[in-house]
């Protein structure tokens, strides 16, 4: 267990690390490029993406769990028709993006895109060694070459992206030029980590029975089945940002706006794409961290533990997401203007952050889910959301422009998420919490607002005509977020909403469980 235990929380850390990178180097590439350099980027990036996802992350998952189901002697026989059918997989899906590129960047809107999807295509040839390699450690339970892989791979793809970007546009290359070097980002990274567990796999070698015989066919459909329910929830973001990339530029551009213009538009709309991924950072951890304590409790007689740890992780992701999500909409000019140059579109990134409430509990509730063995209901449910994205594309983009497209986003999620408290409350019938909860939530809220809107107005009015505009903009930005953060934490911990014991079982609840003491103890005084 302490072996199990210490693995997990390698791979939980490499897994945040790896989404944090993911968020972050968004932020310089579009200030390199701008924002038609990130529409084009950001127009070609999901269809390389979720194929990964779904390969390195489900697919691993699948092998994994298939080999800790079955004896030794049949572990070379699944890693071989793994192999075999993921390759077979990706020589399709590369043949697609490839010889399809002028088909699918036409239906984009944008035949200059074409030349990324071929770049991107060549990624897509490297998942079968990736995805199986990360199956055969995990099902050991040898964590590190995963973590260190999951690393290596970000970091040495955004250093290219980042480096080659520079590179390509001090020269003056076209910025579609810098879009392919960003794709091959995705080849160099993931070649680094196929060596890199290649080298670890010649070291831990093991023998095997080569006389197992398992039928190929019962293989592929489980793994199939765990693999797409693993997935799942992390590939919906990723669905709907297809979607975009489809529906968006053609429909502003069908609309009136000039393609240049229409390019621009959605390069400022993709701009909610990282401070989503930050929002929902506590939901990705307590996915990782909770969830398969629920999982694991669940299978106990009695389920009083099982139900509690559900709750409090439902509790800690709205708490954070519901903050995240409130704090954004009260300082987004200025973040909007630190982080990418400009105020552009401001009102769409509120509406667009707003998805950090519901995939935080989207996130939550699948993966619990999925720990009681249902996987049917929520895919089903995540796929009626995506074609809600769609119809709201459709429908709201001429009319409201790229808020109609956040808009559209958040009504996908939100009908998949109360679908899934509906479906949630008839499979286990939990309260997650109290009305209580979500009054102190409110006033925590409102106080930050107040706060920080004032804050703002008493910094516009000293910093705006002493300092340049982004200048002025970092620091209200550096100094509104903790101020924001102080008011609404103090007031969750004195309401002790969630109490101290169960802030000791969240990574990193510690000094909040101090803060709480400290608070309700000077209240007695």
Same mark, same amino acid.
């Given at each position: 267990?302490?072996?199990?235990m210490?693995?997990?929380?390698?791979?939980?850390?490499?897994?945040?690390?790896?989404?944090?990178?993911?968020?972050?180097?968004?932020?310089?590439?579009?200030?390199?490029?701008?924002?038609?350099?990130?529409?084009?980027? *950001?127009?070609?990036?999901?269809?390389?993406?979720?194929?990964?996802?779904?390969?390195?992350?489900?697919?691993?998952?699948?092998?994994?769990?298939?080999?800790?189901?079955?004896?030794?002697?049949?572990?070379?026989?699944?890693?071989?028709?793994?192999?075999?059918?993921?390759?077979?997989?990706?020589?399709?899906?590369?043949?697609?993006?490839?010889f399809?590129?002028? *088909?699918?960047?036409?239906?984009?809107?944008?035949?200059?895109?074409?030349?990324?999807?071929?770049?991107?295509?060549?990624?897509?040839?490297?998942?079968?060694?990736?995805?199986v =390699?990360?199956?055969?450690?995990?099902?050991?339970?040898?964590?590190?070459?995963?973590?260190?892989?999951?690393?290596?791979?970000?970091?040495?793809?955004?250093?290219?992206?980042?480096?080659?970007?520079?590179?390509?546009?001090?020269?003056?290359?076209?910025?579609?030029?810098?879009?392919?070097?960003?794709?091959?980002?995705?080849?160099?990274?993931?070649?680094?980590?196929?060596?890199?567990?290649?080298?670890?796999?010649?070291?831990?070698?093991?023998?095997?029975?080569?006389?197992?015989?398992?039928?190929?066919?019962?293989?592929i459909? *489980?793994?199939?089945?765990v693999?797409?329910?693993?997935?799942?929830?992390?590939?919906?973001?990723?669905?709907?940002?297809?979607?975009?990339?489809?529906?968006v530029?053609?429909?502003?551009?069908?609309?009136?706006?000039?393609?240049?213009?229409?390019?621009?538009?959605?390069?400022?709309?993709?701009?909610?794409?990282?401070?989503?991924?930050?929002?929902?950072?506590?939901?990705?951890? =307590?996915?990782?961290?909770?969830?398969?304590?629920?999982?694991?409790?669940?299978?106990?007689?009695?389920?009083?533990?099982?139900?509690?740890?559900?709750?409090?992780?439902?509790?800690?992701?709205?708490?954070?997401?519901?903050?995240?999500?409130?704090?954004?909409?009260?300082?987004?000019?200025?973040?909007?203007?630190?982080?990418? *140059?400009?105020?552009?579109e401001?009102?769409?990134?509120?509406?667009?952050?707003?998805?950090?409430?519901?995939?935080?509990?989207?996130?939550?509730?699948?993966?619990?889910?999925?720990?009681?063995?249902?996987?049917?209901?929520?895919?089903?449910?995540?796929?009626?959301?995506?074609?809600?994205?769609?119809?709201?594309?459709? =429908?709201?983009?001429?009319?409201?422009?790229?808020?109609?497209?956040?808009?559209?986003g958040?009504?996908?999620?939100?009908?998949?998420?109360f679908?899934? =408290?509906?479906?949630?409350?008839?499979?286990?019938?939990?309260?997650?919490?109290?009305?209580?909860?979500?009054?102190?939530?409110?006033?925590?809220?409102?106080?930050?607002?107040?706060?920080?809107?004032?804050?703002?107005?008493?910094?516009?009015?000293?910093?705006?005509?002493?300092?340049?505009?982004?200048?002025?903009?970092?620091?209200?930005?550096?100094?509104?977020?903790?101020?924001?953060?102080?008011?609404f934490?103090?007031?969750?911990?004195?309401?002790?909403?969630?109490?101290?014991?169960?802030?000791?079982?969240?990574?990193?609840g510690?000094?909040?469980?101090?803060?709480?003491?400290?608070?309700?103890?000077?209240?007695?005084?």
């Open positions: 267990m302490k072996s199990f210490k693995g997990a929380v390698l791979l939980t850390m490499a897994g945040l690390m790896v989404k944090i990178l993911s968020a972050v180097y968004r932020v310089p590439f579009q200030n390199l490029v701008g924002d038609q350099g990130f529409y084009i980027y *950001q127009q070609v990036y999901p269809f390389i993406a979720i194929f990964g996802v779904w390969t390195s992350y489900g697919f691993a998952v699948a092998v994994s769990k298939l080999m800790a189901d079955h004896e030794v002697q049949h572990h070379r026989s699944i890693l071989r028709i793994a192999f075999g059918f993921i390759a077979m997989v990706s020589a399709v899906v590369f043949a697609w993006l490839f399809g590129a002028d *088909q699918l960047a036409r239906w984009m809107g944008d035949s200059q895109l074409s030349a990324l999807l071929r770049v991107g295509a060549f990624a897509v040839l490297l998942m079968p060694p990736l995805a =390699l990360k199956g055969y450690f995990q099902s050991r339970n040898d964590m590190a070459p995963v973590a260190y892989a999951q690393v290596s791979e970000q970091a040495i793809r955004i250093a290219v992206i980042l480096l080659g970007t520079w590179i390509v546009v001090t020269s003056g290359f076209s910025l579609y030029v810098a879009g392919q070097t960003a794709m091959f980002g995705a080849v160099a990274g993931e070649v680094a980590a196929v060596v890199l567990l290649v080298i670890y796999f010649r070291k831990r070698l093991f023998a095997a029975d080569e006389a197992s015989n398992l039928q190929k066919w019962p293989v459909k *489980q793994i199939m089945a693999s797409l329910s693993v997935s799942m929830s992390s590939l919906i973001l990723l669905f709907f940002q297809l979607v975009d990339s489809f529906t530029f053609r429909l502003l551009a069908d609309s009136g706006l000039d393609r240049l213009s229409a390019m621009e538009q959605k390069g400022i709309y993709d701009r909610g794409q990282p401070l989503v991924q930050f929002g929902i950072l506590t939901a990705t951890s =307590l996915t990782l961290a909770i969830v398969p304590l629920v999982a694991h409790m669940s299978k106990k007689r009695g389920g009083r533990s099982a139900q509690l740890y559900a709750q409090l992780a439902f509790r800690i992701s709205f708490l954070f997401a519901f903050a995240s999500a409130v704090g954004l909409t009260v300082v987004m000019p200025y973040v909007n203007e630190t982080l990418f *140059q400009t105020r552009e401001s009102v769409a990134l509120i509406v667009f952050n707003w998805q950090i409430v519901w995939m935080s509990l989207l996130l939550i509730m699948t993966a619990m889910l999925h720990g009681l063995g249902k996987v049917r209901v929520p895919a089903l449910l995540l796929t009626a959301g995506v074609l809600i994205k769609i119809a709201g594309n459709l =429908l709201l983009v001429p009319v409201w422009g790229v808020t109609g497209a956040a808009a559209a958040n009504a996908g999620l939100a009908l998949i998420v679908s899934l =408290l509906y479906y949630f409350k008839k499979v286990w019938p939990i309260r997650f919490a109290a009305g209580r909860y979500y009054g102190w939530l409110v006033l925590a809220a409102v106080a930050m607002s107040i706060t920080v809107i004032g804050w703002e107005l008493l910094a516009d009015w000293v910093l705006f005509d002493r300092f340049p505009s982004r200048i002025a903009a970092l620091l209200v930005t550096m100094t509104a977020i903790p101020l924001g953060a102080a008011v934490l103090a007031i969750i911990a004195k309401s002790r909403i969630i109490t101290e014991k169960e802030w000791y079982i969240i990574p990193l510690r000094k909040m469980a101090g803060l709480q003491l400290t608070i309700n103890r000077k209240k007695k005084r």
